[in-house]
Every structure is written in C-alpha cells, then in structure tokens.
C-alpha cells in the first residue's frame, strides 16, 4: 500500500531502522505531550477559576466557618484546598494553646498544603519542557543519520545524481520535521502552563497569611 | 485514602486523555495519507514517449516514400487488389549523420536478422491475403520482397548511400509513387547500440540548465577493437560545465563498449556525437 508514489510514507516505507526508531520515538512524545497539554489545560484552568470564585466569597463573608461549607463546592480549586487545610488545623487545636503557637501551627499547616498544591500543579509540565528542548535534537539525530546512510549509498551506487541523492535527504529531513512537530506545541504549553501555575502560585502566597489571620482572628 | 482516590482519578483521566492524543494522531496520520493518496491521484503524469534507437539494418538506406500521385507511377489497373504496399512495414528512420564523425560509421550487416525479418514479414503478409486469391496479389509480394531484399543488399555496402524505389499503389483510380534516398551509415546498428548504452549512462537533467542555448557539446571518442574507449575528444564544449562533465562521465562510465563488429575490429574507429540537452543526436 505505502509505494513510493504516496510521498512521505513512500519514503518512510525505504526508511532505516535508526530512522524509524527516532520517528516513533518522537511520535511517542507528541501523543505523552498532547496528553499532558490537555489534562493540565483543563486542570489549571478549572483551579482558576475555582480559587477567583471562593475568593470572591471569601472576602464577601468573612466568616471561616461559612467558608469552609462553601469551600466543598470547589474541590480542584487550589486556594480553597489551602484554606480546608489550614481550617481542620485550627479546628484540631481547639481552645488550647495560645495564640502565637496556634497561628504557626496553622502557619506551617497552609504552607504544606501551598507546597503539596504546588507540586500537584507543575506535575508533568516538565515532562513538556523536556519534549520541547529535545525533540528538535533527536529528529537532528535521525537526519543526520539518514543523511549518513545516503551518502554511504552514493558511494556504493557511484553516482551522485539528483535522483540518487535526494530521496536519501528527504527521507532524512522528516526526522527533523517530526521533531519540530513535537517540540512547538510543547514549548507553546510550556509557556502557557508556567504562567497560569506562577499566578496560581502567587494568589497562595498572597492570600495564605490572610487564611491564618482570619482563623486566628475569628470572632 | 481520600488523596489516594484523587490521585487515582486524576491518573485515569490524564490516561483518558492519553488515549485521545494517540487516536488524535493516528488520526492526523491517516488524513495525511488520504491527502497524499488523492494528491496522486489528481497528479497527470506526462506521457512518456519511449523510442527505440535500434532499427532493422538497412532502414537507413530506405527512400523516403513520397505520396504525391502520379510520380512515375505505373498503370492503376496493374495492381488493384494490393491496399497496403510493403515497404511501409519498414520503419521510417532515416536519422541524420554526425556531423564531426571524422570516420565513416561501419555498416554490420546482420544477415540472420534479416532473414527472420523476411520470414516475418512474409507470414504477416500471409495472413493479411485475403482468402480469395487476387490475380496480382502474388506478383506484388515477389516485387515488394525484391525491393526489400535489393534495400538490404545496397545497405550491405559499408557507408554506402542506399536508395529506395518508391512504393507503388493504388487505391481505386489513384495511383501513388515515389522516389526517396537516404544514408545508409546512420542506420548502423553497433552505433545506436552504443548510444543506446550512453544513453543510459548519462545522468543529466535538462532542467538544471538556466537556458539551453548553445548547450550542443560535439565529441568523438576512439574505440579499440575490444570495445574500450581509448580516447574522447571534446570538438565543442557546452557553456555549462555540468553538461561538458555529465557527457565526459557517461563516455567513461560506458566504456568499455560492445566490441566492433568483425568487419571494423582489424582497427580502432572514431565515432563522433552530438550531444544536447534533449539527447543524443
């Protein structure tokens, strides 16, 4: 089926296994990195917008009780995961103690929850930096070995004619273009995923000391 | 436990999502076939014009056959059955000569090849008869088979001039007739087979030339008698230094030649070509 007549997989069908071992490991890294842009896409996307709404309330009520009911509504939001957090640490301590032990036990409780929330935000996006910076110099690697091959076969054939030449160098250039298939969109999400997880990270930096003075000062 | 079970959930989504991305590509992937496929197909290949440089000996001497009437043409009534004379069997090449070849070309006569050209010629002859006997019919066989076999005879000659009668017709109350000569030389048969070779040896593109004017690159080439090319000179380069190589390359890449033929072999013999962008001449 896949002749010479059909372009690039007549190409392919001639291709050498070092070739073809690059092009499917680049096909794999796009499929990973497509999977990774649009489960973090929706992930990140739906923790804004949950950490902006409980904000909003937050701020409207005041009350960390009230708050907290509300909080069960946003589950993926990662600021009112910080707040339940550092809500069940203050509910833990009860009447006991004074209060500059309670606000650093709550203090340390949020900022576990701040890390724990950071990491769980930035899961896998390296995996698309590491497409992005790769991918371009794996698919270098598969044209520079195609390119090799088809040198050594002019020297074998012992003609350096257009049509003995370049099939070689096409078949080797679709490594190169592979590569920069996979890395484009990566590196693109990369960007995107840095500053949505940068502002998400901000707002929790922001607002966790209000968090622990609005337990500590509850009325 | 709770955790467990959001991180179980978010591993099957992004599992989901993984499964996506690969129906996602494999998807992309067939498309790109589907448009390749029906790329081809729309793509009108040029048609491809194959011409064989190897005629029956003797070709070259044959005259080139005039239809005007009435031209010493013999009485219409002679021959009223015969519709289609003899002589167009034979191919109609009369290629020009080189005009550097400081040699005459020889002339290999092939008297086996003949021979079954005339038992081919007859048998076809033969069957084309319609099955009621024409009074004349086997008088105009003899004369088309005579004519033949003298065109034969005349190119036997090494570099002789061939000449041709003229084919005689008629078609009802027209008669046609005509005369025609031809060298007999540029029919050799080793020098179209050597071209042939070069031909197939000469890697060139017309279309990496910027113009082709004055792209003619005139070369004679000394064969021994074993066939080795001994010595190629260049009468006239091309301005194109890649046409000047790509001629150069192929004279080397095709030797050595197809020995000379019995009547040549005592000696070496030059044989000079024209080649152009368009091919050999």
Do not use: C
Not at chain 1, 39 to 59: C, N, P, W
Not at chain 2, 113 to 141: C, E, F, M, W, Y
């Amino acid at each position: 089926m896949l002749d010479s007549k059909l372009g690039i997989f007549g190409l392919l069908s001639d291709a050498g296994a070092v070739v073809l071992m690059v092009l499917s490991l680049l096909l794999s890294f796009s499929i990973i990195s497509w999977a990774i842009i649009a489960f973090k896409f929706g992930y990140l996307r739906k923790s804004l917008q949950e950490s902006k709404a409980f904000l909003d309330y937050f701020f409207d009520v005041y009350n960390v009780d009230k708050a907290f009911t509300e909080s069960e509504r946003f589950r993926n939001g990662s600021l009112p995961r910080v707040f339940r957090s550092g809500y069940i640490e203050y509910r833990a301590l009860g009447n006991k103690g004074d209060v500059t032990q309670a606000r650093a036990r709550i203090a340390r409780a949020v900022k576990r929850e701040v890390n724990a929330e950071y990491k769980r935000l930035s899961t896998l996006v390296p995996f698309l930096a590491t497409v992005g910076n790769t991918a371009p110099f794996i698919g270098l690697f598969g044209t520079v070995w195609g390119i090799m091959n088809s040198f050594h076969n002019i020297g074998l054939t012992q003609s350096a004619s257009l049509a003995a030449v370049a099939p070689g160098i096409s078949e080797a250039l679709i490594a190169t273009a592979a590569g920069l298939a996979a890395a484009i969109p990566a590196v693109i999400a990369y960007n995107y995923f840095t500053q949505q997880i940068n502002i998400i990270e901000r707002d929790l930096e922001e607002f966790s000391p209000e968090f622990v003075a609005a337990f500590i000062n509850e009325p | 436990m709770k955790k467990d079970q959001k991180l179980m959930a978010a591993e099957k989504q992004f599992q989901l999502w993984l499964a996506a991305a690969a129906v996602m590509h494999a998807f992309i992937l067939f498309l790109l076939l589907y448009l390749q496929m029906w790329g081809s197909a729309g793509h009108v290949k040029p048609k491809i014009v194959s011409v064989s440089l190897v005629s029956l000996p003797g070709s070259g001497g044959a005259g080139m056959h005039s239809e005007s009437p009435g031209e010493n043409s013999p009485p219409a009534a002679a021959e009223p059955a015969v519709k289609k004379p003899l002589p167009e069997k034979l191919p109609p090449v009369a290629r020009k000569p080189v005009p550097v070849e400081p040699v005459k070309p020889v002339v290999v006569d092939k008297p086996v090849d003949i021979n079954k050209a005339l038992a081919l010629l007859k048998q076809k002859v033969a069957q084309k008869t319609p099955p009621v006997a024409q009074p004349t019919s086997g008088s105009t066989l003899n004369k088309a088979l005579a004519d033949l076999q003298q065109k034969v005879k005349s190119n036997g000659r090494p570099g002789g001039t061939g000449s041709g009668e003229g084919r005689t017709g008629s078609f009802g109350s027209r008669s046609s007739g005509g005369k025609g000569s031809g060298t007999g030389g540029t029919a050799d048969p080793y020098k179209a087979a050597i071209t042939d070779i070069i031909l197939q040896n000469w890697a060139f593109s017309k279309q990496l030339l910027k113009n082709s004017y004055g792209m003619n690159v005139y070369v004679r080439i000394n064969i021994l008698p074993d066939g080795t090319i001994r010595q190629i000179v260049f009468d006239k380069r091309a301005p194109s230094e890649y046409l000047n190589n790509s001629v150069k390359k192929a004279l080397e890449k095709s030797s050595p030649l197809p020995a000379l033929p019995k009547e040549a072999a005592s000696r070496d013999v030059w044989i000079g070509f024209k080649f152009t962008p368009e091919g050999i001449e």
